[in-house]
């Protein structure tokens, strides 16, 4: 599976973006779930929000009420609605997809698009 992130940029605070990753690959109709993680410099990458294929969404604690993820299962694409950005939101910004490969999820990951706060 192949993910490819989009949608990132400058916002100030109190803006809004929304980041779109698109899946392609043999394996893509074998995705369960789908999130978004994000890492700064120096930190471990963190969870962001989550939505399973069934439309369960899970999110972080910081980003609860703030960010919205939805998925398009036709266009293989995942959406994050990030509204009243903060400066902590600033990071790079990784799409993930779990994978079912026979008794094994396999998790793949996008090139990353970066979120920076412009204030």
């Known amino acids: 599976v192949q993910l490819v992130e989009s949608g990132g940029g400058l916002v100030q605070a109190g803006g809004s973006l929304r980041l779109s990753c698109v899946a392609s690959?043999?394996?893509?109709?074998?995705?369960?779930?789908m999130g978004w993680y994000r890492q700064t410099p120096g930190k471990q990458r963190e969870f962001v929000a989550r939505?399973?294929?069934?439309?369960?969404?899970n999110y972080a604690d910081s980003v609860k009420g703030r960010f919205t993820i939805s998925r398009d299962n036709v266009k293989n694409t995942v959406y994050l609605q990030m509204n009243n950005l903060k400066p902590e939101d600033t990071a790079v910004y990784y799409c993930?997809?779990?994978?079912?490969?026979?008794?094994?999820?396999?998790?793949?990951w996008g090139q990353g698009t970066l979120v920076t706060d412009s204030s």
């Open positions: 993930n997809a779990a994978v079912g490969i026979g008794t094994e999820t396999l998790d793949a």
């Open positions: 690959g043999r394996d893509v109709f074998n995705i369960n779930a």
């Open positions: 939505i399973t294929n069934n439309g369960i969404t």
